[in-house]
């Protein structure tokens, strides 16, 4: 899908919510960015206590997503809805329009209670418009997170030119802040509300088993940190953060062979981890079990690819991007001063400005900036100091470092050469050597004040 420069790409988001959908479309909108792609959420009212005014839940902050109230529509503007949200697809007439498909069952479940509501109330209002695969929705693309997904679309119709991967991934937090180093001889598993095939296998097991569902993220962090085994049998719509958390933890998977368990692209551990789910194979899980736990590092070695993939997600995401827009990354090096609001920071900024090379100056790190006066603007719960008509967005060391993660800012300006100061630039924000540019200036004490 071709992008213009005048283009405006917008993500339908839920709004006020914590969820794996909205982490998603925080996680592409960022990434959309990241291409200097002008990119906007428009956040869909999903709890009762929705804000308008402040839509964004404060788990997201951190993402620097601007968004908008409602779509421009144009031809050149691109619409991308995540597939739970699809009856959306049709709030637009001229612009175009990408489905993302993350989680299937959710996309045929939305259907299901939508069309169970209307047969109860079927003179209340009109039947929402549904996504289908006919030649009235043939000039929508889609994007897919999984192989799963798009192996979906094939069966429906779909052509290849209309299908491109797009997938998501873990974040940097979760990433930086796992631990797996005290393990016990404890399984984690998916568990479902209904007696199934798990519950045979643990009646099999001698070992202790702690469920993952309805736990809070941190619990859930600290039990993978100890547990030498995931084990999902559900559904796997979907590649989900749950399973690639697990992996990242350094817990063997074991799984079924259904949805995105089925085909060794989305889950590429070996055949040997992967089972039917029947009576006689239950038998086979339980030993498995037993004899990860017997021999826990080489079982665990053994999926080493699949926890490399897991890794590699953030970029392949980036480049896939790339191919399903045809655009290249920004020319320009995207920069974060380090110095704040002081004089220095100010003609930091006014000198790579004036220069236009390529270093673009577009944040400046204060944490104790005042956000206030003439030259201070606020937009979006955002902070901005504006200097020669140019624009740099005013954020915290935290932010700084969440941002470069993401890939936003590449490069730090550090206004002195004192190991001392790079030596804090590194423990707050902790960026790579080469990514640290020492700019030194002539200015004296009173100037920095």
Same mark, same amino acid.
């Given at each position: ?166 997938? +998501? ?6 990433? &930086?802040?796992? $631990?797996?180093? =005290?393990?016990? #001889?404890? @399984?984690?598993?998916? %568990? ?98 037993? +004899? ?6 080489? &079982?665990?070695? $053994?999926?080493? =690819?699949?926890? #490399?993939? @897991?890794?590699?997600? %953030? ?135």
């Amino acid at each position: 899908m071709l992008v213009y420069p005048e283009s405006k790409i917008y993500i339908l988001c839920p709004g006020n919510n914590r969820s794996e959908t909205a982490e998603r479309c925080h996680q592409l909108a960022s990434q959309l960015i990241r291409l200097n792609l002008d990119t906007y959420m428009i956040y869909l009212p999903s709890v009762e206590d929705f804000n308008a005014e402040n839509p964004v839940d404060a788990a997201y902050q951190e993402y620097n997503i601007p968004y908008d109230s409602g779509v421009e529509d144009d031809a050149k503007n691109i619409l991308i809805v995540p597939e739970v949200a699809a009856t959306y697809l049709y709030l637009t007439k001229e612009t175009r329009r990408v489905l993302w498909w993350v989680d299937v069952k959710a996309f045929l479940r939305d259907i299901a209670v939508k069309a169970i509501d209307q047969i109860e109330n079927i003179l209340a209002e009109p039947m929402p418009r549904f996504f289908s695969f006919n030649r009235f929705d043939s000039d929508v693309e889609h994007w897919t997170q999984s192989e799963y997904a798009r192996q979906f679309l094939k069966v429906n119709g779909v052509p290849d030119e209309k299908i491109f991967s797009v997938s +998501d991934h873990l974040t940097q937090n979760f990433i &930086e802040t796992a $631990k797996p180093s =005290d393990k016990k #001889n404890l @399984i984690a598993y998916k %568990k479902t509300s209904d007696k199934d095939f798990t519950d045979v296998v643990k009646d099999l097991s001698e070992n202790e088993w702690w469920p993952v569902e309805d736990a809070r993220p941190e619990i859930v962090q600290k039990l993978f940190d100890r547990a030498k085994i995931y084990v999902d049998f559900g559904e796997l719509a979907s590649k989900e953060q749950l399973m690639r958390e697990a992996a990242l933890s350094n817990c063997v998977i074991i799984t079924g062979k259904r949805g995105v368990a089925a085909n060794d692209i989305d889950i590429n551990i070996p055949a040997e981890f992967k089972f039917e789910e029947t009576v006689d194979s239950a038998v086979d899980v339980a030993a498995k079990i037993q +004899d990860v736990i017997k021999n826990f590092e080489a &079982e665990l070695d $053994k999926q080493q =690819d699949f926890r #490399n993939e @897991i890794l590699r997600e %953030k970029n392949n995401m980036f480049n896939e991007l790339q191919a399903a827009l045809e655009v290249k990354p920004a020319e320009k090096i995207s920069a974060g001063i380090i110095y704040g609001m002081s004089n220095i920071g100010r003609a930091i900024a006014e000198i790579l400005i004036k220069q236009d090379g390529e270093i673009l100056p577009q944040f400046i790190v204060d944490d104790t900036a005042e956000l206030s006066g003439e030259e201070v603007s606020h937009e979006q719960n955002r902070h901005y100091l504006n200097l020669n008509n140019h624009r740099l967005q005013i954020i915290s060391g935290a932010v700084a470092k969440f941002l470069y993660n993401e890939g936003r800012i590449q490069k730090f300006i550090v206004p002195t050469d004192a190991k001392e100061y790079i030596d804090i630039v590194k423990r707050a924000i902790n960026p790579a050597d080469e990514d640290i540019i020492v700019l030194k200036l002539e200015v004296s004490e009173n100037e920095q004040d």
